[in-house]
């Protein structure tokens, strides 16, 4: 039985932890994510000053990501300048108690994590004979 579940990952078109996962693995979109969740509708500027270092052209790259899979809502007001603005739509926020339930694992676990990393460094270092 296990083994035919594992052959159903092999396709990355039919494996859904690819499929979702590929969405969330670069470091923009859970973070656009949880902004939005907190702060509500957001203009595409606001979005940028709220994560900082993140480009336009990144930025633009995951909000059309995001809008692709419908996880968020994108509304053009044509006025001069254009203004854009971006929501989560109830796709996006069913998916906010999952990015919440990680991110309270990764602040339970960080010190440790942390420490294990740097016991890791250590023992590399001692390793590399120069």
Same mark, same amino acid.
């Given at each position: 039985m296990?083994?035919?579940?594992?052959?159903?990952?092999?396709?990355?078109?039919?494996?859904?932890?690819?499929?979702? *996962?590929?969405?969330f693995g670069d470091k923009w979109s859970i973070?656009?994510?949880?902004? !939005?969740?907190?702060? #509500?509708?957001l203009r595409f500027s606001e979005i940028g000053q709220h994560i900082g270092d993140i480009s336009q052209k990144m930025l633009t790259v995951t909000l059309r990501s995001l809008e692709s899979d419908g996880l968020? *809502?994108?509304e053009i007001f044509p006025e001069i300048p254009p203004r854009v603005e971006y929501e !989560?739509?109830?796709? #996006?926020?069913?998916?906010?108690p999952q990015i919440e339930s990680l991110t309270n694992w990764g602040k339970e676990?960080?010190?440790?994590?942390?420490?294990?990393?740097k016991t890791y460094e250590l023992r590399q270092k001692k390793k590399i004979t120069y």
């Open positions: 296990a083994e035919k579940k594992a052959d159903q990952f092999s396709a990355a078109v039919n494996c859904p932890i690819r499929q979702v *996962l590929d969405r973070l656009v994510v949880e902004l !939005l969740s907190h702060k #509500g509708r968020i *809502l994108r !989560l739509t109830p796709l #996006g926020m069913s998916l906010v676990h960080l010190e440790t994590i942390l420490h294990n990393r």
